[in-house]
Structure formats: C-alpha cells, structure tokens
C-alpha cells in the first residue's frame, strides 16, 4: 500500500499490533504519530524511526489525557486505536479494579480516542478498532474480555454510521503473539500459545504483521466500512 505523505495516529502504538501498524504505515512511505502510556516504550519507536514519527504520552482511561494528546497533534488522514488491556477471571473471580481497567480502556477508552480525534480527521479518511476473537466466540471464565471485545463491533459498526464520510473498521484478531501475553508465566503462555495453534485451521496463532497488514489494507480500500473483519487463521469457524 502508498501512504506516501499520509499521517496515521496510532494509539497504543508502541508494542505489539499497534507497533506493527506503525512501522508498515512508515515503511509504505507515511508518517505515523504514535500514543502510549510509557515514554520509555514510545521512545524506543522513535530511535527506530527517526523524524518519520512523532511520540507523545496518552492514557486512554483518562479523557483529559486524550484530548491533550489530541489537542496536540497534527492533523492526519486515519487512526488507529489499539490500546491494551486483558480482565483476567471467571464471573466469580474478576475484580472491580480489572473490570474497569479493561472497560475503561477497550470501550470507553476507544471512545474518547474518537471523540477528541475528529478535530483531526478532517478529510473522508479512516478509524480501524481493533478487537478480539474472545467476543465472538464464546469462552467459559473470561466474561469482561468477551464483553470488552464484543462490545468494539457495536462501537465500531455505530460510529461507522455516525461519522460518515469518515469509514471505522473493527479487525477481529486470534491469538497474537504480543506482550500482552506477558503477565502469564512461559510455560503458560506456551500452553496457551500451543492450543490456539492447535485450535486453528492454519495451525498457527498470529504474528503482528498478520494484523498490521489487514489494517493497512483496511486504510486503503475505500469500500471498506462497518465491517468487522476476522484475522485469527480461521479460529472463529472452527
Ligand atoms: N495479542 C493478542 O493475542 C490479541 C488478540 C485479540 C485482540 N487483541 C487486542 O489487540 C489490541 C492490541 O493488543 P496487543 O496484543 O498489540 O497488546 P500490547 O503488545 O500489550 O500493546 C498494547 C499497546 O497499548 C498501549 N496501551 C495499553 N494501555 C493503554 C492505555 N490505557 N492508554 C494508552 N495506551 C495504552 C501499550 O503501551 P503502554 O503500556 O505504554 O501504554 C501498547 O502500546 C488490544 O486491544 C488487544 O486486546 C490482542
């Protein structure tokens, strides 16, 4: 895809599928404006990038914090949102605190994203969300990820309508391997790891790139809008 001369904001940029996205936005010739939580992360983006991308500090969960962060960026011609975060335990396990973290940044969290992005997103251009498989496949003991996920096709389907001509897109990924797996200790991760892999009918989880291409590709057709796209090697049918 050419992004040549194109600025895409990406929230939650710095590790994982956001990074990813970031570096195909850059290497298919755009500028990209980065959003994290850790100015140590985000400044690991820009010692690989240089003065193609610029970085500033966000906390989705806190609105003064997006529309600073907002207020403070150039105007671009997509946005990605892709912040972070996993409520751990079943119905009788999960707690207040990890249900409003995964709430406040899924799903409120995507929503300040928007609203104080559109300041920015003047021209028909494009938002992808990115949610997770957990929404659309039923799994026994994670309630507040399926709900978290699930509730991202309905934001993302709404705003599509809502803020026409500008098109919003949700990717649905499978299992990736990223750092957000990294609260689970190896040997877990690889258990979890093997049986994604198993449980899809490619026999493999997802490497960022999987996703970052999808959204890239996503960005560049214009006949995408309100879909919700799955890219998970097929763990969704089977
Ligand atoms: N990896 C998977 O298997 C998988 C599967 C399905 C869906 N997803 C979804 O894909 C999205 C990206 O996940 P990932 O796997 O790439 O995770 P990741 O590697 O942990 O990256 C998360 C990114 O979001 C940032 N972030 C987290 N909380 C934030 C907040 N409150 N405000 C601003 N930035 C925040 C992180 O940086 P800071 O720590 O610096 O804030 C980081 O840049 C998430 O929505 C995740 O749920 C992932």
Redesign the pocket.
Known sequence: MELQGRHVIV?????????AVTDDVIAAGGIATV????RE??EKVRADHGDRVKINT????DEDSVRDFFAAADDADHLVI?????AVGSVTEVTREAIDASL???IV?QLWCVRHALPRLAGPGSITL?????GFRAMAGMPITSAA?AGIGGLGQSLALELKPRRVNVI???????????FLPDPARQDLYTGAAAQAPVGR??Q?SD?SSTVLHVMANDFIDGAVIPVDGGALIS
């Not at 966000?58 to 969960?61: G, H, L, P, R, S």
């Not at 892709?82 to 996993?86: E, H, N, Q, R, T």
């Open positions: 929230i939650g940029g710095s590790t994982g599928i956001g990074r959003g994290s939580r850790s992360k985000l966000v906390d989705v969960t892709c912040p972070g975060d996993m406040g940044t899924k969290g990115i949610a997770g498989g957990a996920n649905v990924a499978g299992v990736v391997d990223t750092p957000l797996w990294d989880i997802g960022p996703i």
